[in-house]
Nanobody, 120 residues
Framework: QVQLVESGGGLVQAGGSLRLSCVAS????????MEWYRQAPGKQRELVAI???????NYADSVKGRFTISRDNAKNTVYLQMNNLKSEDTAVYYC??????????????WGQGTQVTVSS
């Protein structure tokens, strides 16, 4: 079995920073893309940032220049550094990883989410 556990959420004032972490554990052969999503109340879940196994990144326009995604392959961990936070960044943040448990096939796994609340 594979488990993703996020941490690092909390309450922060506008303009502040938070760093989210997501650790994958279990039977893991290789991790492909790792991604951060967020879902605000009453809205659809949206992709925030993605990082490939090789370190190539891409961001939603709304967070470009403020958020940085990174990963530590040795620790099966992905991070999301969030700077200059705005009230519209308030959401539950989820990590998602595409994981090979064996060499044959990969599946997508989700974490349980961590709440980020930005007060104005």
């Amino acid at each position: 079995q594979v488990q993703l556990v996020e941490s690092g959420g909390g309450l922060v004032q506008a303009g502040g920073s938070l760093r989210l972490s997501c650790v994958a554990s279990g039977t893991i052969f290789r991790i492909n893309n790792m991604e951060w999503y967020r879902q605000a109340p009453g809205k659809q879940r949206e992709l925030v940032a993605i990082i490939t196994n090789g370190g190539v990144t891409n961001y939603a326009d709304s967070v470009k220049g403020r958020f940085t995604i990174s990963r530590d392959n040795a620790k099966n961990t992905v991070y999301l550094q969030m700077n200059n936070l705005k009230s519209e960044d308030t959401a539950v943040y989820y990590c998602k990883a595409n994981i090979f448990r064996t060499s044959f096939a990969a599946n997508n796994y989700w974490g349980q989410g961590t709440q980020v609340t930005v007060s104005s």
